[in-house]
């Protein structure tokens, strides 16, 4: 008779050989409250709940520690890790995400589209992946939305942000003549063959 | 977004170059052992010589072949649109234009900035055209009006390929 724990209840001692969590569940303090859920909750839990077991480590120890000993009545693997991050605001999804990360850290992202959209402009015409020639669309409009208005000081970001300064003088000079009518969309893309080395979609993108 | 899948749209060839058409004669172009289909990738080196054409068509029909390039001198400014590489004229239907009247020579792709288009367009003559005088210059072409100076009409066939400059040493 195995009955290292407390016994509350005299009704299920003599069941069989096979334990039951029933009456031990009920003689330990109640379990659902101390778990916390992913949630958008961003105000920390009330304190005025009466105090828990164990109520710091609820991430990474259960906290009823009689799960530990490993009892198949409760479903051990969903209340044993519970993952909390950054206050309760995570998510396994991307959903409404737009930023596109292109497998790099933000520095050299933005050296990448830096130096995309000045080939772009350069040469009129380049060939890159689908995701790099989507990503680098806005930046490219942004760039002759600049040259459109034509200020000082729009020349000056311009200079910030594209590499070489002969194109932003050159872009500042043809683009009201070749875009003055157009309102956005100064980019084509064209899909095409992928790339032989890695089977990586290409496309071409191109100045309207 | 292309509204349309037709790559002749897609790539702007309908619209920079040439009208709406209805394809009726097929034309495929060989450069040496690599067919050319719309919008791949030709080396400049491989574009020396005049490309193989084989039209197919009645052989009692006459056409006429040009070859363009819209974007010379570089995409984004194509101050000498179109630059015209080739054309031919009287070639019966069924053969390749080593049969007809060369009346501009061959001049292979140099593309010096950026990826250009080469467009070979065929027409469908009405009749023999007898001596067609040579464009001025092979700048600031257009093959909307050379059409409608020889009363060609729209195209029957185009095809169009893609070239940029090579690099001058070998890629490792």
Known sequence: ?208 | MASSVDPLVVGRVIGDVIDMFVPAVTMSVYYGSKHVTNGCDIKPSMTINPPKVAIDGLSDQLYTLVMTDPDAPSPSEPSMREWVHWIVSDIPGGTNPTRGKEILAYMGPRPPVGIHRYILVLFQQKGPLGAVQQPASRANFSTRFFANHLNLGLPVATVYFNAQKEPMTRRR
């Not at chain 1, 969590?21 to 330990?28: D, F, G, H, I, T």
């Not at chain 1, 130096?115 to 989507?134: D, N, Y």
């Not at chain 1, 970001?157 to 050159?170: C, D, N, P, R, S």
Request: hydrophobic letters at 35%.
């Open chain 1, 1 to 208: 008779m195995p009955m290292a724990m407390a016994m509350p209840v005299t009704t299920d001692c003599g069941s069989g050989s096979r334990w039951s969590m029933v009456s031990l569940k009920s003689a330990l303090p109640p379990l659902a409250s101390s778990i916390k859920l992913p949630c958008r909750r961003r105000t920390p839990p009330p304190r005025t709940r009466s105090p828990q077991l164990v109520r710091s480590f609820s991430a990474l120890s259960p906290v009823n520690p009689l799960h530990s000993l490993g009892f198949s009545d409760m479903s051990s693997f969903g209340q044993n890790f519970t993952i909390i991050d950054n206050g309760c605001r995570f998510f396994a999804m991307r959903h409404g995400r737009r930023v596109p990360k292109l497998n790099r850290p933000p520095d050299q992202r933005r050296a990448l589209l830096r130096g995309l959209t000045t080939q772009l402009l350069k040469h009129g015409r380049i060939k890159t992946t689908r995701a790099r020639a989507s990503a680098v669309r806005k930046y490219v409009d942004k760039m002759i939305t600049l040259a459109k208005d034509g200020s000082l000081h729009k020349r000056r970001q311009a200079l910030g942000f594209i590499y070489e300064k002969q194109i932003v003088h050159a872009l500042f000079a043809e683009v009201p003549d070749r875009y003055g009518k157009r309102n956005g969309g100064y980019t084509r893309i064209i899909r095409t063959l992928p790339r032989r080395g890695d089977n990586a979609p290409m496309a071409y993108i191109e100045l309207v």
